[in-house]
């Protein structure tokens, strides 16, 4: 069964493999604030949310961070299997 570890392991190695940088960002300073934040090769600037494949449920404020990190313009994901991290970054 894929767990969210797994999907953020997954990430990890993607990004990784890339030569970017996958960061966690301190939740306990921003509740809601995506899982990663996610640093490519060539300036591109991912926020990332996981959750597990089935399940998986936002907390009160993370919807409310998600809307406001699109509304300044960066990539916002949702990833829930290795399909939609591979959909994220190796988008056009």
Same mark, same amino acid.
């Given at each position: 069964? =894929?767990?969210?570890?797994? *999907? @953020?392991?997954?990430?990890?190695? #993607?990004?990784?493999a890339?030569?970017?940088? #996958?960061?966690?960002?301190? +939740?306990?300073?921003?509740?809601g *604030?995506?899982?990663?934040?996610?640093?490519?090769? &060539? &300036? /591109? =600037?991912?926020? *990332?949310?996981?959750?597990?494949? *089935?399940? &998986?449920?936002?907390?009160? /404020?993370?919807?409310?961070?998600? /809307?406001?990190?699109a509304?300044? &313009?960066?990539?916002?994901?949702? #990833?829930?299997?290795? @399909? +939609?991290?591979?959909?994220?970054?190796?988008?056009?």
């Amino acid at each position: 069964m =894929t767990t969210e570890n797994t *999907i @953020e392991e997954y990430l990890y190695d #993607c990004v990784k493999a890339v030569q970017g940088v #996958c960061l966690k960002l301190p +939740s306990m300073w921003y509740p809601g *604030i995506p899982d990663r934040l996610v640093l490519l090769p &060539g &300036g /591109r =600037t991912l926020f *990332i949310e996981l959750k597990r494949p *089935i399940g &998986g449920k936002f907390e009160p /404020r993370q919807p409310l961070w998600l /809307r406001k990190l699109a509304r300044l &313009g960066f990539p916002v994901f949702v #990833c829930h299997t290795k @399909e +939609s991290v591979d959909a994220a970054l190796y988008q056009g």
